[in-house]
């Protein structure tokens, strides 16, 4: 359900709950202004195109989407690769595949893809938001050590390039760069400055010191980009061809799919947060429209941020409302402060973006998973990180979710079991049905498992140890979940080969699922009429007959 629609139903806007969620938002708007700036211009994109994407998609995703703390806006996971494509297609591409992406993330949300999507394994996940804050971090050498460029689209030009640079680094800016890491590591140990989140404490410090002293070639926002203008972003329609469509359509899929991974992720965190549950396709949807509309107004790709939600949750945020004063708050500030922002120094935000790479990588929870997790989930944990920083985001976690799901299927595959029943193992079933022995000539064989492509091997090899033909062959289903038609296929082909050698095949116990699945594709036609049975029972007394 739409969130403010859910919210409403709660009693989530009485007033109460009004001024809770407005200073919460205030709150998050303030922590998101220095983010913001920073992952624009990390993205290839100027610092206010920042902030009117957290102000558009911020307000877009809280009033339409399917989470109810849910905080939306550039974040550090979406760096790596709108830089590339910065790069490559310029900003109106960026703003273009943007618009695709939108279109994406709606319609998955609108064709219910959303539960699917959460299912990505947590190696993958690790991998590739390690990988992320790895690239971040080398990414930011040139801002945080006053650098000059560095050529170079992958990322291993751009350390070899950033390593040969390093003795020439400027040594103001690097101070100001080191300063800004300490005030957000560790300005909340200040009693005055508890409060106060350390990204903007290391902000506004690092831009007083330069609008003060006046720092010789500390490059600032307003050197690099001649400040933040003090104004609405205006609407422009993006110059859309078929052509430009067909060449971006790689890059606007890369971003839906990280959209749509990240901005789930970060409702998950939230419910976990604030104890509520989301609606995991609306918030597609809401996700969708919001990175539609952004680009038309300047803005560029969005998606849900998980430390802005933490905030806005610890904050006391508790409805969309919070989200929306979020926005709000930030073009108030854009409106009234823009001006002040061009002594920013670019090394106080690439400090930022420091410590936000270093809490994505989660280096400690990679290690653990190094050390402890079984070896197969351990090498798709590398692989996705090593193909993450070396090749392609997309790359990495297609890779990483198909090892993934062979490594699954294979375990599956050997989890499913087709054992042969002698009289032994049968006889308490036996004696229930007044039995000692199983019908002359009678060999069963039970399926404990899905019966899907992977076990269709075991079950061949199983049947292959009867070195005599019997008289009966029953196949107990009792314990198959479901069938695959690879399954259906290779149950259709022996059967037909055991009824050419003369052997009477009998199937019994299917549930009703793959019973309705063995009658559409005619096996049950195919045994004969007495050959299917429901039960155990029936089965060996139509075997007796």
């Not at 297609?398 to 006889?427: D, Y």
Request: a positive charge; proline letters at 5%; one cysteine or more.
């Amino acid at each position: 359900m739409i969130n403010v629609l859910e919210a409403g139903r709660a009693g989530l806007f009485t007033r109460k709950n009004i001024l809770p969620n407005i200073v919460a938002g205030a709150v998050v708007g303030v922590v998101a202004l220095p983010l913001a700036m920073a992952f624009a211009i990390a993205s290839g994109a100027r610092p206010e195109q920042g902030l009117y994407t957290a102000i558009i998609a911020g307000f877009l995703v809280s009033l339409l989407g399917g989470s109810r703390t849910q905080i939306a806006g550039p974040t550090g996971a979406f760096v790596a690769i709108l830089a590339v494509i910065t790069a490559r297609y310029g900003i109106d591409g960026l703003q273009i595949a943007t618009f695709m992406a939108g279109l994406m993330l709606l319609l998955m949300g609108l064709a219910k893809m959303g539960g699917v999507i959460k299912f990505i394994p947590a190696p993958v996940v690790v991998g590739f938001t390690a990988g992320i804050g790895v690239i971040i971090w080398v990414g930011q050498w040139q801002y945080f050590f006053g650098l000059p460029a560095v050529a170079g689209l992958h990322f291993h030009d751009k350390l070899w390039g950033a390593l040969q640079a390093l003795p020439a680094l400027h040594g103001t800016t690097s101070a100001l760069g080191v300063l800004s890491v300490l005030l957000v590591l560790f300005s909340n140990k200040i009693a005055p400055l508890r409060r106060v989140p350390g990204p903007l404490v290391a902000l506004v410090g690092a831009t007083v010191l330069q609008a003060v002293f006046q720092f010789d070639g500390v490059a600032t926002i307003g050197s690099a980009f001649g400040g933040i203008p003090r104004a609405l972003p205006s609407f422009s329609l993006p110059a859309l061809s078929l052509s430009r469509v067909l060449e971006l359509i790689g890059p606007a899929f890369t971003i839906a799919m990280l959209g749509a991974i990240e901005s789930l992720l970060s409702a998950v965190v939230a419910d976990g947060m604030a104890g509520t549950r989301h609606d995991s396709n609306q918030e597609l949807v809401g996700q969708g429209l919001a990175n539609m509309v952004a680009p038309l107004f300047g803005g560029f790709a969005a998606t849900g941020a998980i430390a802005r939600t933490a905030t806005n949750v610890r904050n006391g945020g508790t409805s969309p409302l919070a989200g929306m004063a979020h926005a709000a708050t930030l073009l108030l500030i854009v409106l009234f402060l823009a001006p002040l922002a061009a002594h920013v120094p670019l090394a106080a935000l690439a400090a930022i973006l420091f410590v936000v790479a270093y809490n994505m990588s989660e280096l400690g929870h990679f290690a653990r998973m190094v050390r402890r997790a079984p070896r197969a989930d351990v090498a798709i944990l590398l692989t996705t990180f090593v193909l993450t920083v070396f090749a392609d985001l997309v790359v990495a976690v297609n890779i990483g979710v198909i090892l993934a799901t062979l490594h699954f299927l294979r375990r599956m595959a050997a989890s499913v079991e087709v054992q042969q029943m002698n009289e032994q193992r049968l006889g308490p079933e036996l004696a229930r049905h007044g039995l000692r022995e199983l019908p002359a000539g009678m060999l069963v064989y039970a399926i404990d498992g899905p019966f899907f492509f992977g076990a269709v091997e075991n079950f061949e090899r199983a049947l292959a140890q009867s070195h005599t033909d019997p008289r009966i062959l029953l196949l107990r289903l009792g314990r198959v979940p479901f069938m695959d038609m690879t399954g259906l296929q290779t149950l259709q082909e022996v059967i037909g080969k055991w009824q050419k050698r003369g052997v009477r095949v009998m199937l019994c116990e299917a549930n009703d699922r793959v019973k309705g699945k063995l009658a559409r594709a005619g096996l049950i036609e195919q045994l004969g009429g007495g050959n299917y049975a429901d039960d155990f029972g029936q089965a060996l007394a139509a075997g007796a007959a």
